[in-house]
């Protein structure tokens, strides 16, 4: 799309195609095509990052909130002013606009609490369906996991941390014959194998992740003072150390929003913009089950105003159900040493509206480092004609902050002491230990726990032991109101449900 450089109301200055030294046309992401989705790819190297950051600026300039993680400790440099690199400002001047150096509103998050505010997730909120991917299961050990799940939301057990699920499983194992009934076999062997891969996750220091309070995913749809959107960065450096919590942590997050945020259809602008960082781990290994719900989100969840944007080294990373849904594309250079490399180069060829003027599967192996193929959405939602375009500079910091700077940064959040301190309240573990400890009779898998709490009120109102001095309207009077209470408490359990990734709907 052609236009003027510079500031452009709606749109968001991506480069410039450059011929015989001059500008020949500028391009430009508009605003309200941003939530049709977007893929940034290339070798290491080739300038994927610049170009992750130069939208999330342009975003965030445009009102709309960013998700990103930093995988290299690069990216924090966003709360910072631009230094003036040389290469900046020869691109600036290249491609005909000005460089003016910007800071961006930024808050840092982390799942370990070091760098950033801490993320958290309850086991319940997470689901099934990501946990058993988290834990690397097999079809069978997911099955027992979601009896384990069903059993709990039907007994009214919440699953917070870890050592909720640990009470759940055991007792899950202990009354595998009262679960059998209803739900189909329940193996010790199986139960055994996920507390084991539960020792692994902590291991990761994967426990620090579940828990309270938990995240608030409204917490990232915030502006500053005047107006920009709110550049959220998780610290991944450590976590991908971890790249299975990693991938995963990411998919609950992008759950969250799903499940959370209202229809709204197509905005001016996006309402957040979530950038996934090294996707390729969100789709290895992935069982088929999960990546249709994968599919489904990302198919969806552009009506309730998010753009998910796809940052990768090699387009055959994303399947290719996914890889259609993405409209935006930026295709930094591709290096074809190997016949896989080189059905790469041709595969993100091909999926560019042809240019005959170039050719597109050469220009890919020989782009230079902030040079790409560009082809962004039109007015009407067509790609436009792909184009060798030259990446504009982004405006803050490009690399990482100190120490001191990121304190400055943290002092000043708008969430300095809402997430900081981690709260244990009475959930599945406590309860179960204190059935134990009482000699109550296992519940039975149609919700004897959540009954039992309501039935322990209604004998405290009429007297649990005193039945034999009870008058016949006395006893007819409490039979009313406990079936009520079995009513109320089979309508309570119906409420929990599970929405597309397996987390609790809301």
Do not use: C
């Given at each position: 799309?052609?236009?003027?450089?510079g500031?452009?109301?709606?749109?968001?200055?991506?480069g410039a195609?450059v011929k015989e030294g001059?500008?020949?046309?500028?391009?430009y992401?508009?605003?309200?095509?941003g939530n049709?989705?977007g893929?940034?790819a290339?070798?290491?190297?080739?300038?994927?990052?610049v170009?992750?950051q130069l939208l999330?600026?342009?975003?965030s300039n445009a009102?709309?909130?960013?998700?990103l993680?930093d995988v290299?400790?690069d990216l924090?440099?966003?709360?910072?002013?631009?230094?003036?690199k040389?290469?900046?400002i020869?691109?600036a001047?290249?491609?005909?606009?000005?460089?003016e150096?910007?800071?961006?509103?930024?808050v840092?998050w982390?799942?370990f609490?070091e760098?950033g505010h801490?993320?958290?997730?309850?086991?319940s909120?997470?689901?099934?369906l990501?946990?058993?991917?988290?834990?690397?299961l097999?079809?069978?050990q997911?099955g027992?996991?979601?009896v384990?799940f069903?059993?709990a939301?039907?007994?009214?057990?919440?699953?917070?941390d870890?050592k909720?699920?640990?009470?759940?499983?055991?007792?899950?194992a202990?009354?595998?014959?009262?679960?059998r009934?209803?739900?189909g076999?329940v193996?010790s062997a199986?139960v055994?194998?996920?507390?084991r891969?539960?020792?692994v996750l902590?291991?990761?220091?994967g426990?620090?992740?579940?828990g309270?309070?938990a995240l608030?995913?409204?917490?990232f749809?915030?502006v500053?003072?005047d107006?920009?959107?709110?550049?959220n960065?998780?610290?991944?450096?450590r976590l991908?150390?971890?790249p299975?919590i990693?991938a995963?942590?990411l998919?609950?997050?992008?759950?969250e929003?799903?499940?959370t945020l209202p229809e709204?259809g197509?905005?001016?602008?996006p309402?957040?913009?979530f950038?996934?960082?090294e996707?390729?781990?969100l789709?290895?290994d992935?069982p088929?089950?999960?990546?249709a719900?994968?599919?489904q989100?990302?198919?969806?969840?552009r009506s309730k105003?998010?753009?998910?944007?796809?940052v990768?080294q090699?387009p055959?990373d994303v399947p290719d159900?996914?890889l259609?849904?993405?409209?935006n594309?930026?295709?930094?250079?591709l290096?074809?040493?190997t016949?896989?490399?080189?059905k790469?180069?041709r595969?993100a060829?091909?999926?560019?509206?042809?240019n005959?003027?170039?050719?597109?599967a050469?220009?890919?192996?020989h782009?230079g480092?902030?040079?790409?193929?560009?082809?962004?959405?039109?007015?009407?939602?067509?790609?436009e004609?792909?184009?060798?375009?030259?990446?504009?500079?982004?405006?803050?910091?490009?690399?990482?902050?100190?120490?001191?700077?990121?304190?400055?940064?943290?002092?000043?959040s708008?969430?300095?002491?809402?997430?900081?301190t981690?709260?244990?309240?009475?959930s599945a573990f406590?309860?179960?230990?204190?059935?134990?400890?009482k000699?109550?009779?296992?519940s039975?898998?149609?919700?004897?726990?959540?009954?039992?709490?309501l039935?322990?009120?209604?004998g405290g109102i009429?007297?649990?032991?005193?039945?034999?001095r009870?008058?016949?309207?006395?006893?007819a009077?409490?039979?009313?109101?406990?079936?009520?209470a079995r009513?109320?408490?089979t309508?309570i359990?119906r409420q929990?449900?599970?929405?597309?990734?397996?987390?609790m709907?809301?």
């Open positions: 799309m052609s236009g003027t450089p500031t452009t109301p709606g749109k968001i200055l991506v195609t001059k500008p020949r046309d500028y391009r992401l508009t605003l309200a095509l049709r989705h893929l940034i290339g070798a290491t190297g080739g300038g994927k990052t170009s992750l999330a600026e342009g975003f009102g709309a909130s960013v998700f993680a290299k400790g924090a440099g966003l709360s910072q002013p631009g230094d003036g040389p290469a900046f020869a691109r001047k290249e491609i005909g606009v000005s460089y150096p910007d800071r961006f509103p930024v840092f982390d799942v609490g760098q801490p993320v958290r997730a309850s086991i909120a997470m689901g099934p990501l946990l058993s991917r988290l834990l690397d097999n079809d069978t997911e027992v996991l979601n384990v069903k059993a939301d039907e007994q009214g057990l919440l699953l917070l870890l909720d699920l640990r009470a759940m499983l055991a007792h899950v202990e009354n595998a014959a009262t679960y009934a209803k739900y076999n193996a199986s055994g194998a996920i507390q891969q539960l020792l902590e291991s990761q220091g426990e620090k992740f579940f309270e309070p608030d995913i409204l917490d749809l915030r500053d003072r107006g920009r959107g709110v550049i960065i998780v610290a991944a450096d991908m150390r971890a299975r990693y995963t942590f998919l609950w997050m992008l759950s929003l799903f499940e709204v197509d905005l001016d602008k309402k957040l913009v950038f996934f960082d996707a390729h781990l789709f290895n992935t088929k089950a999960l990546l719900a994968i599919e989100v990302v198919r969806l969840i105003g998010v753009g998910v944007y796809f990768t090699n055959l159900t996914v259609g849904q993405l409209g594309r930026i295709q930094h250079a290096r074809a040493f016949p896989r490399d080189q790469a180069v595969a060829a091909e999926t560019f509206r042809d005959p003027q170039i050719d597109e050469d220009v890919i192996m782009l480092v902030g040079e790409a193929l560009v082809s962004m959405l039109d007015a009407k939602g067509t790609p004609i792909v184009e060798r375009t030259l990446i504009a500079p982004p405006s803050a910091r490009v690399g990482p902050i100190s120490v001191d700077e990121r304190a400055a940064i943290m002092a000043a708008p969430f300095a002491g809402k997430y900081d981690m709260i244990d309240r009475e406590e309860k179960l230990e204190a059935r134990a400890g000699g109550e009779a296992a039975d898998a149609a919700g004897g726990g959540l009954l039992g709490t039935g322990g009120i209604l009429f007297g649990k032991g005193d039945r034999k009870m008058s016949p309207a006395e006893l009077a409490r039979a009313a109101i406990q079936s009520a009513s109320a408490g309508q359990a929990i449900l599970r929405g597309v990734l397996g987390g709907s809301k």
